[in-house]
């Protein structure tokens, strides 16, 4: 099942690219296989007993010289980032089809292998493959932004490998090193280590991609110049490629280290929270809002790994995946009105809630369940990060609720800004409202925050296996 979760869509990529189809027979295939994509995600689902540890695994030696395996599994944790994926994935491509990008056949298939690259780096129990899997991904994020993204492509693009580059080569650095230290690379069967260097190899590698302050540089660029879908897939799900390392790789084999530098990682946390909620208030268009206020929540979903306490762990994840649909709703909706106005900027938009109920509602829902109004699963994963940094110290936890407040206020200019305030008389008059095939992209995205503003406990209760259920198994 894990390997199939995997390969699927990478073979789907060879296949729309091989072809001789057209972009919309291949846009056709890439959302068929998303679809069964899902399916297969939640056949896993329920077959998976989140009460144990690693399932659904498959291994087989690749360098048994160097202890290196083809090794992948689901925890519980990573089985819901990889439903996240999948999800964002199968809207994203939904998206491109609705578009009708140009060249689409490689667009398409691109989209594809994204998909498979990241499923993959969610499931890997080997550093060696979870570095390839890391990599991949990176490959068609290049090719997307620099080929279809905005005016501003090439620069987006270049610093945008510039960041990366930088902390992927410090990530194989820190692999070589701990892996041969090991005597294996396999993340089960090697233990922990106490070497500061190395773990602040992985660190910096996963502060860029999340990014954490101040490794944001290349985020709003990248973001602006994305093509929509991409930035959806950008912000929703690449950067929980960095939470899954932090959590499998720096707070799983580097205890030592992560005790000595917990002050520094909330401070920088903490720091990058309040900044990107400052930028998001002040930003002046609709992505913008959305870039910033990504880097604000991965600065919560940091304090709460790095709280090491249970709560602010459960709610590191549950926020990850609420934030992942969130963004990625956002940057859809941003590119639903791009179409219609030409332009996200605030300073042009306006007043688009007249005659355009549905544009309207679904806006209006995602931004309140952004701002974590009580009863949303945003506001469920907060309090679990908040309550669970209290025990590192009140502090952290009071900058994460002063944070919070900013956050409330930027989506609430965000929501005025484009549905309310009497500017953009132009494009009140022509644009339309969201028309069937568009709103089919954004409603499950925000059905399943509605599920899980529901019942947040299915994914905070159930993310990492119980500890006295792993003792009466032993």
Do not use: C
């Not at 000595?260 to 720091?271: E, G, H, M, S």
């Not at 791009?338 to 309207?360: H, I, K, N, Q």
């Not at 949303?376 to 908040?386: N, P, R, T, Y």
Request: charged share 10%.
């Amino acid at each position: 099942m894990t390997t199939t979760l995997i390969v699927l869509p990478l073979a789907a990529a060879l296949v729309v690219w091989l072809l001789p189809v057209s972009g919309r027979a291949a846009g056709a295939l890439a959302l068929l296989t998303a679809f069964v994509e899902v399916a297969l995600w939640g056949l896993a689902v329920a077959g998976f007993d989140f009460d144990q540890g690693l399932q659904l695994q498959n291994r087989q030696s690749w360098f048994s010289d160097l202890g290196v395996s083809y090794h992948v599994g689901f925890f519980g944790y990573s089985l819901w980032l990889a439903g996240l994926t999948v999800v964002v994935s199968a809207a994203a491509i939904g998206y491109a089809l609705w578009a009708n990008r140009e060249r689409g056949r490689a667009y398409h298939g691109l989209l594809l292998f994204l998909m498979g690259s990241i499923v993959g780096v969610f499931t890997a129990q080997d550093l060696l493959l979870f570095y390839v899997f890391f990599e991949a991904m990176l490959i068609p994020i290049y090719v997307l932004i620099g080929v279809w993204g905005g005016p501003r492509r090439v620069r987006a693009t270049v610093t945008f490998v510039i960041y990366t580059m930088a902390g992927s080569l410090l990530m194989l650095a820190a692999i070589v090193v701990f892996g041969l230290s090991q005597g294996t690379f396999s993340l089960v069967d090697s233990g922990t280590s106490a070497n500061e260097w190395v773990f602040l190899g992985f660190l910096a590698a996963f502060a860029i991609k999340a990014p954490i302050f101040p490794f944001h540089g290349w985020l709003v660029d990248a973001y602006r110049e994305s093509p929509p879908e991409v930035a959806a897939i950008l912000s929703g799900v690449v950067s929980k490629a960095a939470v899954y390392g932090l959590v499998r790789i720096v707070l799983a084999k580097f205890p030592e280290p992560v005790d000595d530098f917990q002050f520094a990682i909330l401070a920088f946390a903490a720091i990058g929270l309040l900044y990107g909620s400052l930028l998001a208030f002040r930003a002046p268009d609709l992505r913008s809002v959305t870039a910033y206020s990504s880097m604000a929540q991965m600065g919560l979903i940091v304090l709460g790994l790095f709280s090491l306490t249970d709560l602010g762990r459960n709610g590191a994840i549950l926020q990850s995946v609420a934030h992942g649909l969130v963004s990625a709703t956002l940057f859809l909706l941003a590119g639903m009105v791009e179409t219609r106005a030409g332009t996200s900027a605030f300073s042009v938009l306006g007043g688009m809630a007249r005659g355009r109920p549905v544009l309207s509602t679904v806006l209006m829902t995602t931004g309140i369940i952004a701002l974590a109004v009580p009863g949303s699963v945003a506001f469920a994963g907060e309090f679990l990060i908040l309550a669970g940094v209290y025990d590192a110290g009140w502090g952290w936890a009071a900058v994460g609720a002063g944070a919070i407040v900013l956050a409330a206020m930027y989506m609430l200019r965000l929501i005025s800004a484009v549905l309310h305030l009497a500017r953009g008389e132009d494009v009140r008059e022509e644009a339309t409202d969201l028309r069937p095939l568009e709103l089919a992209l954004v409603v499950p995205l925000l059905a399943a925050l509605l599920f899980l503003s529901a019942w947040p406990a299915s994914i905070s209760e159930r993310s990492f296996p119980k500890i006295d259920t792993i003792e009466a198994a032993e």
